[in-house]
């Protein structure tokens, strides 16, 4: 008998990476519009960054498919370690930068971190990283207003973590084999 005794992914931690952006990106779209003189709202974004780490934390067993491998961890910290000191090297290259161009230089840094996550939460998140990087790159480059850009980081955000929530499963069964995968996220 085939009856399904766990499920799995090749990249475990693809749900929970999915809610944390689906949270930041509506923080950002959020923030943005509510944005005024400045470009982004801070205390929205912020908020809606502390309820993406809290409920990452919160809900990690309960949605994650399994554990990650240690290369995908070292993958992880790694990524979130360039993102720091990026973010810190923008201080002091940019002293004297309009607070929109900050923010852009911001969200590029960001895509840039997504794209080794990738090898942690699958290739969404690199197809991501270079989404956000474009449209960064293009904000820096194009006389629009950053509500534009922020909108549409964050939608991105948010269309792409939906997409990582709702990946599925691989189910093993008791003889060994895996069941039919989910068509939108495969391994490397």
């Given at each position: 008998?085939?009856?399904?005794?766990?499920?799995?992914?090749?990249?475990?931690?693809?749900r929970?990476?999915?809610?944390?952006?689906?949270?930041?990106?509506?923080?950002?779209?959020?923030?943005?519009?509510?944005?005024?003189?400045?470009?982004?709202?801070?205390?929205?974004?912020?908020a809606?960054?502390?309820?993406g780490?809290?409920?990452?934390?919160?809900?990690?067993?309960?949605?994650?498919?399994g554990?990650?491998?240690?290369n995908?961890?070292?993958a992880?910290?790694?990524?979130?370690?360039?993102?720091?000191?990026?973010?810190?090297?923008?201080s002091?290259?940019?002293?004297?930068?309009?607070?929109?161009?900050?923010w852009?230089?911001?969200l590029?840094?960001?895509?840039?971190h997504?794209?080794?996550m990738?090898?942690?939460?699958?290739?969404?998140?690199?197809?991501?990283?270079?989404?956000?990087?474009?449209?960064?790159?293009?904000?820096?480059r194009?006389d629009?207003?950053?509500?534009?850009?922020?909108?549409?980081?964050?939608?991105?955000?948010?269309?792409?973590?939906?997409?990582?929530?709702?990946?599925?499963?691989?189910?093993?069964?008791?003889?060994?084999?895996?069941?039919?995968?989910?068509?939108?996220?495969s391994?490397?």
């Amino acid at each position: 008998m085939n009856i399904p005794t766990q499920k799995q992914h090749p990249y475990p931690l693809i749900r929970t990476g999915g809610l944390f952006l689906v949270l930041i990106g509506a923080g950002m779209v959020a923030g943005s519009l509510v944005g005024g003189r400045e470009p982004v709202y801070r205390p929205i974004f912020f908020a809606a960054t502390a309820l993406g780490f809290t409920a990452l934390f919160a809900l990690a067993k309960r949605l994650a498919y399994g554990s990650p491998t240690r290369n995908q961890i070292i993958a992880l910290v790694a990524a979130i370690a360039l993102e720091v000191a990026l973010l810190s090297a923008l201080s002091f290259l940019l002293p004297k930068t309009t607070a929109r161009n900050y923010w852009l230089w911001t969200l590029l840094v960001v895509g840039i971190h997504f794209l080794p996550m990738g090898y942690t939460f699958g290739p969404k998140v690199a197809l991501l990283g270079s989404a956000c990087i474009v449209n960064a790159s293009v904000g820096l480059r194009v006389d629009l207003p950053f509500l534009v850009f922020g909108i549409l980081d964050g939608l991105l955000k948010m269309g792409f973590g939906l997409a990582m929530f709702r990946t599925q499963p691989i189910s093993v069964h008791e003889n060994g084999k895996h069941g039919r995968k989910d068509s939108i996220s495969s391994p490397p």
